[in-house]
Protein backbone atom coordinates (compact mmCIF):
# COMPACT_ATOMS: atom_id res chain seq x y z
CA UNK A 1 0.00 0.00 0.00
CA UNK A 2 2.98 2.27 0.07
CA UNK A 3 2.80 3.04 4.18
CA UNK A 4 6.77 3.32 4.81
CA UNK A 5 6.69 0.94 8.54
CA UNK A 6 9.65 3.03 10.12
CA UNK A 7 8.07 6.33 10.06
CA UNK A 8 5.90 7.75 12.74
CA UNK A 9 2.78 6.57 13.37
CA UNK A 10 1.83 10.42 12.49
CA UNK A 11 3.00 10.54 9.18
CA UNK A 12 1.48 6.81 8.21
CA UNK A 13 -2.25 9.09 9.89
CA UNK A 14 -1.31 11.29 7.69
CA UNK A 15 -0.67 9.84 4.16
CA UNK A 16 -3.61 7.61 4.66
CA UNK A 17 -6.10 10.38 5.50
CA UNK A 18 -4.23 12.71 2.18
CA UNK A 19 -5.11 9.41 -0.05
CA UNK A 20 -8.50 8.98 1.41
CA UNK A 21 -8.95 12.78 0.51
CA UNK A 22 -7.88 12.08 -2.48
CA UNK A 23 -10.53 9.27 -3.28
CA UNK A 24 -12.96 11.16 -2.42
CA UNK A 25 -12.60 14.14 -4.28
CA UNK A 26 -11.94 11.94 -7.22
CA UNK A 27 -15.55 9.79 -6.52
CA UNK A 28 -17.45 13.30 -6.24
CA UNK A 29 -16.21 14.28 -8.96
CA UNK A 30 -16.94 11.32 -11.16
CA UNK A 31 -20.30 11.09 -9.45
CA UNK A 32 -21.01 14.95 -10.85
CA UNK A 33 -19.73 13.98 -14.47
CA UNK A 34 -22.13 10.70 -14.22
CA UNK A 35 -25.02 13.21 -13.25
CA UNK A 36 -24.32 15.96 -16.03
CA UNK A 37 -24.32 13.22 -18.60
CA UNK A 38 -27.51 11.31 -18.33
CA UNK A 39 -29.47 12.07 -21.20
CA UNK A 40 -33.21 11.84 -22.23
CA UNK A 41 -34.28 10.76 -25.59
CA UNK A 42 -37.61 11.28 -27.19
CA UNK A 43 -38.66 7.57 -26.71
CA UNK A 44 -37.91 7.72 -22.61
CA UNK A 45 -40.57 8.33 -20.25
CA UNK A 46 -39.97 12.06 -18.61
CA UNK A 47 -41.05 11.56 -15.22
CA UNK A 48 -38.91 8.63 -15.33
CA UNK A 49 -35.95 10.49 -16.62
CA UNK A 50 -36.60 13.27 -13.46
CA UNK A 51 -36.61 10.37 -11.45
CA UNK A 52 -32.99 9.29 -12.24
CA UNK A 53 -31.88 12.94 -12.13
CA UNK A 54 -33.05 13.56 -8.42
CA UNK A 55 -31.40 10.06 -7.60
CA UNK A 56 -28.27 10.39 -9.08
CA UNK A 57 -28.47 14.39 -7.23
CA UNK A 58 -29.34 12.98 -4.16
CA UNK A 59 -25.96 10.64 -4.45
CA UNK A 60 -24.01 13.65 -5.27
CA UNK A 61 -25.05 15.84 -2.66
CA UNK A 62 -24.66 13.03 0.07
CA UNK A 63 -20.94 13.31 -0.45
CA UNK A 64 -20.74 16.76 0.52
CA UNK A 65 -20.87 18.24 -3.08
CA UNK A 66 -23.14 21.78 -3.14
CA UNK A 67 -25.12 21.52 -6.40
CA UNK A 68 -27.95 24.08 -6.06
CA UNK A 69 -31.35 23.84 -7.44
CA UNK A 70 -30.24 26.58 -10.07
CA UNK A 71 -27.04 24.47 -11.25
CA UNK A 72 -29.25 20.94 -10.85
CA UNK A 73 -31.80 23.15 -13.72
CA UNK A 74 -29.07 23.98 -15.84
CA UNK A 75 -28.18 20.81 -15.78
CA UNK A 76 -31.63 19.16 -16.23
CA UNK A 77 -31.84 21.72 -19.33
CA UNK A 78 -29.16 20.22 -21.12
CA UNK A 79 -29.91 16.85 -20.57
CA UNK A 80 -32.89 17.38 -23.07
CA UNK A 81 -32.88 16.80 -26.71
CA UNK A 82 -32.87 19.67 -29.54
CA UNK A 83 -36.86 18.88 -30.11
CA UNK A 84 -36.84 20.31 -26.45
CA UNK A 85 -35.75 23.64 -27.25
CA UNK A 86 -39.04 25.21 -27.72
CA UNK A 87 -40.05 24.29 -24.58
CA UNK A 88 -36.27 24.34 -22.69
CA UNK A 89 -35.30 27.73 -24.02
CA UNK A 90 -37.26 30.39 -21.87
CA UNK A 91 -36.76 28.44 -18.37
CA UNK A 92 -32.91 29.01 -18.39
CA UNK A 93 -33.69 32.78 -16.84
CA UNK A 94 -36.13 33.24 -14.12
CA UNK A 95 -37.88 30.22 -12.98
CA UNK A 96 -37.07 28.07 -10.29
CA UNK A 97 -36.22 24.74 -10.41
CA UNK A 98 -39.61 24.01 -9.35
CA UNK A 99 -41.23 25.89 -12.37
CA UNK A 100 -39.17 24.34 -14.67
CA UNK A 101 -40.06 20.89 -13.72
CA UNK A 102 -43.67 21.89 -13.79
CA UNK A 103 -43.55 23.33 -17.72
CA UNK A 104 -41.27 20.76 -19.16
CA UNK A 105 -44.50 18.30 -17.51
CA UNK A 106 -46.76 20.01 -19.33
CA UNK A 107 -44.73 19.64 -21.99
CA UNK A 108 -44.15 16.18 -22.21
CA UNK A 109 -47.47 15.55 -21.44
CA UNK A 110 -49.35 17.70 -24.97
CA UNK A 111 -46.38 16.35 -26.74
CA UNK A 112 -45.79 12.75 -25.79
CA UNK A 113 -48.41 11.47 -28.23
CA UNK A 114 -47.66 13.02 -31.15
CA UNK A 115 -44.18 11.17 -32.00
CA UNK A 116 -44.48 8.83 -34.93
CA UNK A 117 -44.73 5.35 -33.77
CA UNK A 118 -43.62 2.51 -35.90
CA UNK A 119 -45.86 1.40 -38.64
CA UNK A 120 -45.66 -0.77 -41.65
CA UNK A 121 -48.57 1.59 -42.80
CA UNK A 122 -47.94 4.90 -44.83
CA UNK A 123 -50.51 7.36 -43.63
CA UNK A 124 -50.94 11.01 -45.26
CA UNK A 125 -50.83 14.08 -42.86
CA UNK A 126 -54.55 14.59 -43.76
CA UNK A 127 -55.49 11.20 -42.15
CA UNK A 128 -53.40 11.74 -39.74
CA UNK A 129 -54.46 15.38 -38.43
CA UNK A 130 -58.47 13.28 -39.05
CA UNK A 131 -57.48 10.55 -36.27
CA UNK A 132 -55.94 12.64 -34.18
CA UNK A 133 -58.99 15.40 -33.96
CA UNK A 134 -61.24 12.16 -33.94
CA UNK A 135 -59.35 10.54 -31.20
CA UNK A 136 -59.44 14.25 -29.14
CA UNK A 137 -62.92 14.29 -29.11
CA UNK A 138 -63.13 11.66 -27.27
CA UNK A 139 -61.16 12.84 -24.55
CA UNK A 140 -63.20 14.46 -21.52
CA UNK A 141 -61.82 16.52 -18.47
CA UNK A 142 -62.32 15.49 -15.08
CA UNK A 143 -61.50 18.36 -13.67
CA UNK A 144 -64.63 19.66 -12.13
CA UNK A 145 -64.64 23.56 -13.23
CA UNK A 146 -64.23 22.63 -16.48
CA UNK A 147 -65.75 19.54 -18.14
CA UNK A 148 -64.63 19.62 -21.04
CA UNK A 149 -64.33 17.78 -24.11
CA UNK A 150 -61.14 17.23 -26.35
CA UNK A 151 -58.36 17.49 -23.41
CA UNK A 152 -57.88 15.62 -20.01
CA UNK A 153 -57.05 17.13 -16.41
CA UNK A 154 -53.48 16.93 -17.01
CA UNK A 155 -53.34 19.52 -19.60
CA UNK A 156 -55.95 21.12 -18.20
CA UNK A 157 -55.90 24.70 -17.32
Not at 22 to 44: G, H
Not at 69 to 80: E, G, H, R
Not at 139 to 150: E, R, S, V
Request: glycine content about 2%; overall charge neutral.
Amino acid sequence: MGIDTTGTAASIWKMAKDNCEITSEMTKINAQEELRTIKYTDDDDFPTHLSIMHSKLSQVRAMGTTISDNTFKVILLNSLPKTWNPAVAPLYNNTSLTEAIQQLNVWWIQNKDDRPKTSSRSISAFQTNAYIKKDQKLLICTNPNCNCHGHTIEVCY
